[in-house]
């Protein structure tokens, strides 16, 4: 639907029963059209507007959100998506009717500006109380400089703090603002609805070690009051210890975090005791001490309820894979999934200068993966830029049966075929991933077609990133995708080279489109050719190889078509090597003298008779070799050919259309 035309038959053709809805880039999306689309859509359930421009809050409002009469009947969208959206900031009005809308679920406002007022009159009571909230770069439209007490600052603060007073998965990844005041004042106040928060991510922001430790002591004070609240209510009896918070996904990703935040987080691992998600990659945590960085492991163990660790890029000291079987059984016991993307560890810290650090050159470094993981009961493990050796990653592998996932993208040269062998042992694999490695495809074809375990995958990608694909590399590919494009050395689903998806080249489609040809033609008669032919292909590859024969007899032809400047005896021509020839003195018959660079300077064209080339080289026709006058039989039954087809009635019909000069006349 092309709204920007600014018709009103464009948004009539919306089908009424459309539930969801997403527009991008549409620069003239005005109140009006709003109105109308609300109108042809009375039950649409979601809306994403991403780079739109041109309305306002007030008309989304009364579209949309329940003011108005569009969208699920009355009552306003279920989910509002507003991305990059540069409009005015959005304001009460906005605001009161998202706070007064009874389907609203999700409201996602990354990179859309608001005012204070706006987050005023959105409110922080949890009731009604929002699945999830994103407030993304709320610091892209704040005023600069930024001042303390700022509108943008107050704006944001007040966002934050609704989004914990009313959400139960909030997201303030890459927010900008200073979070430590926010924090310290929820600790003052805490919110009712702390107690109930599921998500909470607050990756790539300032989130410090006093953010955590307000976090916590807020959220304990919220416990109290819960506990209390529910024994009040059960008639007076003791509420007695505070129960674990309802967090379940925590990611400090890329945070200002160190070693006394994480200390503060697992302290208090009773509060947490429901974390089954704790994402700690990109950190700076390492100035921990080996006794540490151990002692650190071992109370993240702690967490009764973890079943998944990020250690993504975590700059820790060599001694986090040291394995006690008698202390560490807590760590070990519930986790189900490990993602080790460049995780510096495996071989020691790095220093500022580029060179391992003073443990990793005495020889304390790390000991094989297979300590560190083997007493694990993975599920999923994720090592994107693996720098270990493919011997220990198999023998890591081969500790793991009951592994159902396998990301392994980035490995390089370091994972290479001998990882195969452990990875056929996996009998429960059903998604694996091995792009930019160097597995080769010929035996992840072997893998996928001849092994029972791989018949079994359901998710597989792999492949060079450097072919045009980058675009899909994120997504996974249906096995019988993968099969088919094997042969392309790429892996792509069939919607992608079919519609010209993802960046692929012409030439790369034309291929992949007789690759899918042949197989299919083999599937249908097994016991023909594996490689069919095909027409136009055919007979270029047979032009082609005819053209070879005539260059290794040391002769250049023109196309066999072409009937120009014809000799004395076969009225076939011959074109001049472009290298310069000395003058020659052998009679009337030869070739004028030929100056040296001439063809540099000109673009005139010396053409020769056979003769006369026969002359220049000194020998008569019968002196050549066999092999060359084997050639030139050839080359005359062609163009006996040539003329045959050019004087025949199909031709001079018009039926074929004759090429400029200098190319191939031929009918096909």
């Known amino acids: 639907v092309q709204l920007g035309q600014r018709r009103r038959g464009a948004i009539a053709q919306v089908p009424q029963e459309l539930a969801e809805l997403h527009l991008e880039g549409l620069h003239v999306l005005s109140d009006r059209q709003m109105q109308l689309l609300a109108e042809s859509c009375p039950q649409l359930e ?22 108005g009469s569009g969208g699920s009947g009355g009552g306003g969208v279920a989910v509002l998506r507003l991305r990059q959206c540069p409009v005015a900031p959005l304001g009460a009005d ?20 608001t005012s204070a007022a706006f987050w005023e009159a959105f409110g922080e009571e949890p009731v009604p109380a929002l699945d999830e ?18 509108v943008g600052g107050a704006a944001a603060r007040a966002a934050i703090r609704a989004g914990l007073g009313r959400a139960r998965s909030l997201s303030l990844a890459h927010v900008e603002e200073e979070l430590d005041g926010v924090f310290h004042d929820l600790s003052l106040a805490p919110c009712a609805n702390l107690a109930a928060l599921v998500e909470l991510d607050v990756s790539y922001t300032r989130f410090s070690d006093q953010c955590m430790q307000d976090l916590l002591q807020a ?33 400090l990703r890329g945070t200002c975090l160190t070693q006394a935040g994480l200390r503060s987080l697992t302290a208090h691992h009773e509060v947490l005791g429901n974390v089954e998600v704790l994402d700690i990659g990109e950190t700076t945590i390492s100035e921990l001490e080996p006794t540490d960085a151990l002692g650190l492991r071992l109370e993240l163990g702690r967490l009764p309820g973890l079943k998944k660790l990020v250690l993504d890029k975590a700059r820790i000291s060599p001694d986090w894979t040291q394995v006690d079987p008698a202390a560490d059984l807590g760590f070990t016991a519930h986790l189900q999934s490990v993602s080790l993307s460049g995780f510096s560890a495996l071989h020691g810290r790095i ?30 493990l994720v090592f994107e830029g693996s720098r270990v050796a493919a011997t220990e990653l198999a023998d890591a592998l081969a500790c793991l049966p009951n592994l159902t996932k396998l990301n392994l993208n980035d490995g390089g040269a370091r994972v290479t075929d001998a990882v195969l062998p452990a990875i056929q042992g996996l009998p429960q694999l059903k998604s694996l991933s091995l792009v930019n490695t160097a597995v080769s495809l010929q035996a992840v074809r072997g893998y996928v077609l001849h092994h029972d375990g791989g018949r079994k995958l359901e998710e597989l990608a792999c492949g060079p990133k450097d072919r045009g694909f980058q675009d ?39 291929e992949l489109w007789q690759i899918r040809q042949e197989l299919a033609s083999a599937k249908a008669a097994p016991k023909r050719k594996k490689r069919a032919s095909f027409g136009l292909a055919s007979r270029s590859r047979e ?13 250049r032809s023109k196309s066999f078509g072409e009937r120009a400047a014809r000799g004395p005896e076969d009225g076939f021509s011959w074109r001049s090597s472009p290298t310069a020839v000395p003058a020659s003195s052998s009679g009337a018959g030869a070739p004028p003298a030929v100056v040296p660079g001439a063809f540099a300077t000109s673009n005139r064209k010396i053409r020769w008779s056979q003769d006369e080339l026969l002359s220049r080289r000194g020998g008569t026709r019968t002196s050549l070799p066999s092999e060359t006058q084997a050639c030139l039989g050839q080359i005359r039954e062609m163009n006996a050919r040539a003329e045959e087809v050019e004087s025949s009635p199909w031709r001079a019909s018009g039926a074929s259309v004759r090429r400029e000069s200098g190319e191939s006349s031929s009918p096909w």
């Open 351 to 380: 220093s500022e200068s580029g060179e391992p650090d003073q443990m990793y050159q005495f020889g304390l470094g790390p000991p094989p993966l297979a300590n560190l993981l083997g007493a694990c009961d993975l599920r999923e």
């Open 46 to 67: 979601e809306l994403t507007l991403v780079e739109c421009r041109g309305f306002t809050g007030a008309g989304l409002a009364i579209s949309f959100c329940g003011s």
């Open 543 to 555: 032009l082609y190889r005819q053209q070879a024969m005539i260059r290794r007899a040391g002769l």
């Open 133 to 150: 909230l994103h407030l993304g770069n709320l610091g892209a439209f704040l005023p600069t400089p930024r001042e303390p007490g700022a």
């Open 94 to 113: 906005l605001g009161a009717a998202l706070r007064a809308a009874p389907s609203l679920r999700v409201l996602d406002l990354a990179n859309t500006p």
């Open 219 to 251: 959220a304990m004070t919220a416990l109290a009051v819960a506990a209390s609240e529910s024994a009040a209510a059960a008639g007076g009896a003791d509420g007695g210890a505070p129960a674990a918070l309802g967090l379940r996904v925590l990611k």
């Open 472 to 510: 899909t590399y994120e997504k996974f590919y249906r096995c019988i995708s993968l099969v088919e494009a094997m042969k392309l050395m790429e892996l792509v689903e069939a919607r992608h080279w079919k519609q010209g998806h993802a960046g692929l080249p012409t030439d790369a489609l034309d």
